[in-house]
């Protein structure tokens, strides 16, 4: 019994720090993104270069490591799967983020990912997904810990987002509140972060079937970028290479480093999933928030106000209380709390 705690206790370093490690590396991507867009290359162009080399970089790893867990044969029903993970994370994702960035502003489009957490729960719990017992306490907690980390990512986003509005720009005119494109670049950014959410979900419910995080990972790599240039095609004729703007050996090693990352994060995350669930996974990602903030102090002398410290506060007492009823949920209670844990029945059954 000793030696199996010490096995789990282990486990949720490792659980823990990498997903502490996967936002860092999320934050620093964001940076790279954006210095290519400077540089004028289509976001959909980064988008199939990165994926695909993710698909390259995976694969071999994924047949070296997966080969014994890939199913004998794939149904009709997990192909399906397959091509909506693909679909929605790398296609649709990411073409209503960047239209929302487009009619808004990166301050807005920073501060909706927040909102990720609360879908999610929302709709693992609606589907079953996320073992919920309102009159357990650990079920209690698991609500209100989502919850706070949703308000306090939301309020420290918004509050650093103001600080920057009021820096580089003067006070809009109360017409603006009301500005038609701005109302229609939120909604494509409410309609992106659903579609990451329901991605998250489905991707969690697949692993089920497809117990291969790796190989789901280039799988659905290679059929996102298929998708992707077929987008690309359809709505500028052409599929752009953005060789004029980028040296091809630069665009390479930019996309190499973007994949390599990508896709080990994306494993990562897969195999968090599998072991704890969507919910669990989804409540990391503010901390990616936090680290832009950290950066920006570091780097461009920004200061963080009240109302951010506020919001880590609130982001990160939330952050704790789900890890503390999800780690309760592993253990039969040596209290008189009720347990929602049953060691027969699998998390995402």
């Known amino acids: 019994m000793v030696w199996y705690r010490e096995k789990l206790i282990l486990e949720d370093l490792v659980f823990v720090g990498g997903l502490v490690l996967v936002q860092f590396v999320y934050a ?5 993104l954006s210095y290519l867009m400077s540089l004028g290359l289509e976001p959909l162009t980064i988008v199939i270069f990165s994926t695909f080399a993710t698909f390259l970089i995976i694969s071999p790893l994924a047949v070296y490591f997966e080969r014994s867990k890939l199913p004998k044969e794939f149904s009709l029903k997990l192909l399906i799967r397959l091509v909506l993970i693909s679909f929605g994370g790398v296609t649709l994702f990411q073409s ?3 239209k929302g960035i487009k009619l808004t ?8 990912p927040n909102l990720a957490p609360g879908i999610i729960f929302i709709i693992a719990w609606t589907l079953r997904l996320e073992r919920v017992k309102l009159s357990c306490i650990y079920s209690k907690v698991k609500i209100g810990g989502t919850l706070l ?9 918004l509050m650093s987002s103001t600080g920057t509005a009021k820096k580089f720009s003067s006070n809009p005119p109360p017409s603006d509140m009301f500005d038609v494109h701005k109302i229609i670049g939120c909604l494509y950014l409410m309609a992106a972060v659903f579609v990451l959410s329901s991605n998250v979900v489905l ?14 990972c280039a799988i659905t790599s290679l059929i996102g970028v298929v998708i992707t240039a077929t987008v690309q095609l359809v709505q500028n004729h052409k599929v752009d290479f953005g060789w004029p703007v980028v040296r091809l050996g630069d665009l390479i090693c930019y996309s190499v480093l973007g994949g390599a990352i990508g896709g080990v994060c994306v494993s990562f995350n897969g195999w968090a999933m599998k072991k704890r669930g969507p919910v669990l996974v989804a409540v990391f990602s503010p901390i990616a928030t936090v680290i832009s903030v950290v950066f920006s102090v570091i780097a461009f002398g920004d200061r963080i106000n009240l109302g951010s410290l506020a919001g880590m506060f609130l982001m990160f007492s939330g952050l704790y209380s789900v890890l503390w009823a999800k780690s309760k949920e592993g253990f039969p ?6 347990s929602e844990f049953d060691p027969q029945k699998p998390l995402l059954a």
């Open 203 to 216: 991707q969690a419910t697949t692993l089920v079937d497809f117990p291969a995080p790796m190989s789901l």
């Open 105 to 112: 502003s990166p301050a807005m489009a920073t501060a909706m």
């Open 28 to 32: 620093g991507n964001s940076i790279l």
């Open 96 to 98: 209503l983020f960047l």
């Open 333 to 338: 209670s040596d209290d008189h709390l009720e």
């Open 149 to 157: 980390c949703v308000v306090g990512a939301l309020i420290m986003s």
